[in-house]
C-alpha cells in the first residue's frame, strides 16, 4: 500500500481550529500506557516544537507580508496540536519519570534510525550519540531509585534495558568536535533528511526540557546531574543539527518539516497500540497534509522547482518504536570507547579533548558518577536492568 502524501486531501486550514473542548484531551494512564505509547507522545511534541519554532524564525527573516500571515496561520495551528499532543501526558509523572521516557525515546528512536539510515557517516553518528543518552538513562535510573525509591523499569518496562553506555563523564567534548560534516541536499536521499530532522528535533526537546526543569529538585544531586546531562544535550543538539545541509532555502526546509510531520503521524497511526490516541495521530495526519500542500506551493511559487525532487513520492517504511536490545549490546560491545576529533571519529582521548576535560571536572568527580556511588551506598547496589544478560563488556559488569 503506497502512500503519496503530496496527492492527498487533507482538512481545510480554516476547519483546523480547535475549540476548548477538542483541546482537552483526557492524559493517558501512567499505570496501563504501553510505554511505547508514550514514547510517540513525547517524540510529536518535540516534532510540534520544532514545526513552531522553525515557523518562527522563519517569520523573522522573511520581509513578504502575505507569506508572514500564511506562516502564523499555519503555526498556530502547529501551537494547538502541541498542546493536545503534549497535554496527553499525565500530571502525576514526576519530572523523574518524564527525563526517563525522555531518554527511553532517545534510545529507542536513535537506535531504530541508525538501523534504518542508508548513508553511513550519517548512521555513525547516530550509533555514536545513541551510546550516551543509553548510559544517561542508567544515571537517571539510579537518581529516581536513590531519591524517589523507584525503579526505572516502572517506566521503561522490559523494552529498554538500563545499564551503562559511554560513561557520561566521557561525553563533555570541546565544542569544535561536535559539528559534524553536513548531507548534501543534492544527493542525500529523502529518508537521511528526514532521519536528521526527526533526531535533531527530539534531542532539542530533551535539551530544553532539562534547561528548564533541571533546578525543580531540592537535592543537590539531581541538580548537579541536570546540569551536566544538560550541557551534554547541548552538544547532542550541535551534533545532530550539524547533519542538516545548510543551503537549503527556507522554503525548502518548510517543505521538509510539514513532510516530516506527515511521516511520522503517519507511521504512529499505523504502529499504535491505543485506538484513542491512534485517532489523534489519524487526526493530525490529516491536518497535516494541508500543511504540506500549502508549503509545496509556496516552494514551487519561491523556488520554482517540483516538490517531489526534494521529498519521496511515497512515504518510507513507517518509523517504530520496538526494543534494539541486542543492537544496542552489539554497539558498547564495538564503539563504547569512541570520541570525536573534528568531524570524524577516533578511539583515543586527544589533547583538546583533554584538556576540556580537565577544567570542567575542576579536579572531582562529575555529577553522573558521584549518583553512582551514592546509589550504591544508599541501596545497597546500583540500578540496572539487564534483560539480557550480563553486561557486554567484562569491565562494565557489576563483581
Ligand atoms: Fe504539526
Ligand atoms: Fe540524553
Ligand atoms: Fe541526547
Ligand atoms: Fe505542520
Redesign the pocket.
Known amino acids: 500500500m503506497t502512500f503519496n502524501p503530496l496527492q492527498e486531501r487533507g482538512i481545510p486550514l480554516d476547519r483546523q481550529l480547535r475549540n476548548w473542548r477538542e483541546l482537552n484531551v483526557a492524559p493517558i494512564d501512567p499505570d496501563r500506557a504501553d510505554p511505547y505509547t508514550r514514547c510517540r507522545i513525547i517524540t510529536m511534541n518535540g516534532i510540534e516544537i520544532e514545526?513552531i519554532m522553525f515557523s518562527h524564525h522563519f517569520a523573522r527573516r522573511c520581509p513578504d507580508l502575505e507569506v508572514r500571515q500564511r506562516l502564523a496561520e499555519?503555526r498556530y495551528i502547529?501551537a494547538q496540536q502541541q498542546k493536545a499532543v503534549n497535554w496527553l501526558l499525565p500530571g502525576l509523572a514526576s519530572v523523574l519519570e518524564t527525563t526517563l521516557a525522555y531518554e527511553q525515546v532517545a534510545v529507542d528512536l536513535t537506535a531504530w534510525v541508525a538501523r534504518m539510515e542508508p548513508d553511513p557517516y550519517l548512521k555513525q553518528a547516530y550509533q555514536f550519540g545513541v551510546l550516551e543518552d543509553f548510559d544517561h538513562l542508567y544515571r537517571y535510573a539510579n537518581l529516581y531509585e536513590m531519591i524517589e525509591h523507584r525503579k526505572a523499569e516502572k517506566i521503561v518496562d522490559q523494552l529498554t534495558e538500563v545499564m551503562p553506555g559511554r560513561p557520561t563523564k566521557m561525553h563533555h567534548r570541546h565544542p569544535v568536535d561536535n559539528v559534524r560534516e553536513h548531507y548534501d541536499r543534492e544527493t542525500a536521499q529523502a529518508i537521511s533528511k528526514l532521519h536528521a530532522l526527526t533526531v535533531m528535533s527530539a534531542e532539542q526537546q530533551t535539551m530544553n526540557f532539562y534547561m528548564n526543569v533541571g533546578p525543580m529538585y531540592m537535592e543537590p544531586i539531581a541538580r548537579q546531574l541536570y546540569q551536566e546531562i544538560g550541557l551534554i544535550e547541548e552538544e547532542h543538539v550541535t551534533h545532530y543539527e550539524s547533519l542538516l545541509d545548510p543551503s537549503e532555502s527556507w522554503w525548502e526546509q518548510w517543505l521538509n518539516h510539514?513532510y516530516n510531520?506527515c511521516y511520522l503521524y503517519h507511521s504512529f497511526m499505523e504502529t499504535e497500540s491505543d485506538p484513542r490516541i491512534r485517532a489523534i495521530w489519524e487526526l493530525h495526519l490529516n491536518m497535516?497534509l494541508e500543511?504540506l500542500r500549502i508549503a509545496a506551493d509556496m516552494f514551487r511559487q519561491h523556488d520554482g522547482r517540483d516538490p517531489e525532487q526534494s521529498v519521496p513520492r511515497e512515504l518510507p517504511k513507517p518509523v517504530t518504536f520496538e526494543p534494539n536490545k541486542e543492537y544496542l549490546r552489539e554497539l558498547l560491545a564495538t564503539q563504547i570507547d569512541y570520541t570525536t576529533l573534528g568531524t570524524g571519529y577516533v578511539q583515543e582521548a586527544h589533547e583538546r579533548f583533554q584538556r576540556w576535560q580537565e577544567q570542567l571536572m575542576g579536579g572531582e568527580e562529575p555529577p553522573s558518577e558521584r549518583v553512582i556511588a551514592e546509589n550504591r551506598a544508599k541501596s545497597g547496589e546500583e540500578y540496572r536492568l539487564e534483560t539480557e544478560g550480563t553486561h557486554p563488556l567484562y569491565s562494565l559488569r557489576t563483581h
Open positions: 514545526s499555519v502547529e510539514e510531520e497535516e500543511h
